[in-house]
T-cell receptor, first 114, second 111 residues
């Protein structure tokens, strides 16, 4: 089945230790998104790629970076995680960004910072 | 004013009842509206979307949109305990490029 896959599902890291989260998709969608969701909060868009074009949200901390080496894969790098970065990180994809486009989410990676 | 507002709940309904979930949005030019279901510890799952004023039905779910009032709702008929989850409203605004999510309404269906 076509799907969005995230690895790992759970990640424990130490304060300040870089961490990379992975997302892959078999949907062949052009757009890939990274969201951060904290408990009882709305998913917050960090950035997205439309093909190779990278779009960073204005309030995304510099600590967060992303790479998309090809259509199928997208990575979220957190350079120096702080305690406040503990959250669920959600990857989503869509065919495009038009009015009718829906986003499909992966299962998420829960990040714990010690 | 938040861009997308939802009552956090919990909304508690008995099994078999109709659950009504509401969402208001601030961008009058918003184009499309989505309802996602999110079980605890899981990722959001798309239930349905609506673009035009009026009702849209899909099985036990009905989405209602009133652009003049900037209001979108989700009705769940014959609610089941398995419907117990947080329901997220998401809106694609006038810029058309991204979704803005509400914080969600937690629904609890009592057996």
């Amino acid at each position: 089945d076509a799907m969005v896959i995230q690895n790992p599902r759970y990640q424990v890291t130490q304060f300040g230790k870089p961490v990379t989260l992975s997302c892959s998709q078999t949907l062949n969608h052009n757009v890939m998104y990274w969201y951060q969701q904290k408990s009882s909060q709305a998913p917050k868009l960090l950035f997205h790629y439309y093909d190779k074009d990278f779009n960073n949200e204005a309030d995304t901390p510099d600590n967060f970076q992303s790479r998309r080496p090809n259509t199928s894969f997208c990575f979220l790098d957190i350079r120096s995680p702080g305690l406040g970065d503990a959250a669920m990180y959600l990857c989503a994809t869509s065919t495009s960004m038009g009015k009718g486009e829906t986003q499909y989410f992966g299962p998420g990676t829960r990040l714990l910072v010690l | 004013q938040k861009e997308v507002e939802q009552n956090s709940g919990p909304l508690s309904v008995p099994e078999g009842a109709i659950a009504s979930l509401n969402c208001t949005y601030s961008d009058r030019g918003s184009q499309s509206f989505f309802w996602y279901r999110q079980y605890s510890g899981k990722s959001p799952e798309l239930i349905m979307f609506i673009y035009s004023n009026g009702d849209k039905e899909d099985g036990r779910f009905t989405a209602q949109l009133n652009k003049a009032s900037q209001y979108v709702s989700l009705l769940i008929r014959d609610s089941q305990p398995s419907d117990s989850a947080t329901y997220l409203c998401a809106v694609r605004g006038s810029s058309g490029d991204k979704l803005t999510f509400g914080t969600g309404t937690r629904l609890a269906v009592r057996p």
